[in-house]
C-alpha cells in the first residue's frame, strides 16, 4: 500500500456483547476484545435492555484500554474512532456512541458511525484478503435476515428479507421450547450433532410472490407443535432429532434462498456473517451446494460471525475512505436501514 497506513479504533455494543478492536487498513485486525454479557443474561432467558446498557458503562472503558494496549496503540497513533450507531438496542448503542464521541472530542478524530449489519459483511474482508464486491451476502443474526447484493464498498441492495422471525430469534425460540436455555444457536448446533436431520418432517416456507424472503414463524410453531403433540400423547420426545431436524428445515431454505440469488445476479461469489452463520452444519451445506454449483464461498471465522468490533473497524476503513464523517451530533438510531447514513 503506498499510502499511509489507517488505524481505526471501532466500538460495538448494539446488544450484549461490550467489543473494542484495533484495525489497520480494514483487513488486519490488531486486537479483539470482546466481553460477553450472556451469562448474565442467561438467568432472564434473553437479552434484558436495561441491564445491557449498564453492563456496557461498567465494562466500555476497560474493554477499549485491552484493545489498544494488546494492539501497542496509544489513542494518538489513530486515524479515526469508530462505532455501531444502529440498528440495535437504543440504551446499549447509546453508551458506545457518547465513548467514541468523547475520543473523537477529545483527540480530535475524525468519527465514523457504522451500521451494524454493514460490519457483520465487512467480518467477510478480515480474512479473505482478496475478496471484493460485488458480492451477495447472506446475514442471519439474531435480529436480522438479509439477503443482500454488495454492489461496492459501503453499498447494498436487500433481496430478501424475513417477514417475521430472524434466523437466529428462531434458533433461540426452539431451543427454550425443548428446554436448553440461552442462546439457543450455539446449544441447537451442538444437540443436532447427536441426532437425525430426517427424523421429523418440519416445513420449509416459501413465499410464493417473493423467492428471496424469508419466514420461520410457521416452523417455530410446526416445532412447538410436535413438542406439544408428544406431551400430550406422553411420547417421549428426542431433543436431539427436533434439534436436528429444526437446523437442517432452517439450513435447507437460507442455502437454497442464497443459491437462487447468486445464480439470478449472475456473479459467482457468496459469503455469509452474523451470529448464526457460525453454525456448524449451515457451513457445511453452504459449502458444499457452493462447490456444486462453481461459486466462490466465503465465511468469517466464527469468532468473527458473533458480535464483535473487528468487523465494525473493517467497515468503518471503507466508509473512512469514502469521506464518510459524522458530527459529535451522532445519535444511536435503533432501527437504522442499511445503506442509509
Ligand atoms: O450476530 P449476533 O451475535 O447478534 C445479532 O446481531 O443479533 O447473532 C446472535 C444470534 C443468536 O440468535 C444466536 O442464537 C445465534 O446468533 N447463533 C447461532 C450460533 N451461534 C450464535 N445460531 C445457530 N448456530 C450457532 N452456532
Ligand atoms: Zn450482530
Sequence with gaps: MDEKDILILAIESSCDETAAAVVKNGREVLSNVISSQIELHKLYGGVVPEIASRKHIEKINQVIEEALAAAGTGLDDLDAVAVTYGPGLVGALLVGVAEAKAISYAKKLPLVGVHHIEGHISANYIENKDLEPPFICLVVSGGHTHLVRVKDYGEYEILGRTRDDAAGEAFDKVARAIGLGYPGGPKIDRLAREGNPDAIAFPRAKLEDSPYDFSFSGLKSAVLNYLNGCRMKNEPVVEADVAASFQKAVTEVLVGHAMLAVKESGMNKLAIAGGVASNGALRQ??????????????????????????????AAYYEFRRGVRH???????PNLKLGER
Design 285 to 314: 451445506a453452504m459449502e458444499t451446494a457452493c462447490m456444486e454449483n462453481g461459486i466462490r464461498f466465503y465465511r468469517p471465522s466464527p469468532i468473527f460471525c458473533t458480535d464483535n468490533a473487528a468487523m465494525i473497524g473493517a
Design 327 to 333: 458530527g459529535l451530533d451522532l445519535n444511536a438510531v
